[in-house]
Nanobody, 122 residues
Framework: QVQLVESGGGLVQAGGSLRLSCAAS????????MGWFRQAPGKEREFVAA????????YYADSVKGRFTISRDNAKNTVDLQMNSLKPEDTAVYYC???????????????WGQGTQVTVSS
């Protein structure tokens, strides 16, 4: 099992940037695919971005493609999400996720962080 702790959320104006970070610990973190999901009030948790175990492949939801960048540092056991050109519709609780393979369905995720709030004002 992998333990995940997010940081970096906050309040930002539309068009601004935020960087989220996730610190991972536990069994062989570098063997896991890592990702970010988000959940807005009254909505389902949705896929945002993912990176495979060695950082060689990244995946993005269409809604964030070109604006968000996911990266990982296996030496530090961290995965970051750089969010640029933020929009009010990006407002949500953002969750770090780990799984054996890259997953875009929240139901397939084996480990979750506690979440960090991102609020984008218009």
């Amino acid at each position: 099992q992998v333990q995940l702790v997010e940081s970096g959320g906050g309040l930002v104006q539309a068009g601004g940037s935020l960087r989220l970070s996730c610190a991972a610990s536990g069994h062989t973190v570098s063997a896991y695919a890592m990702g970010w999901f988000r959940q807005a009030p009254g909505k389902e948790r949705e896929f945002v971005a993912a990176v495979n175990w060695n950082g060689g492949n990244t995946y993005y939801a269409d809604s964030v493609k070109g604006r968000f960048t996911i990266s990982r540092d296996n030496a530090k056991n961290t995965v970051d999400l750089q969010m640029n050109s933020l929009k009010p519709e990006d407002t949500a609780v953002y969750y770090c996720a780990a799984s054996k393979l890259v997953r875009v369905d929240a139901a397939d995720i084996s480990s979750w962080g506690q979440g960090t709030q991102v609020t984008v004002s218009s």
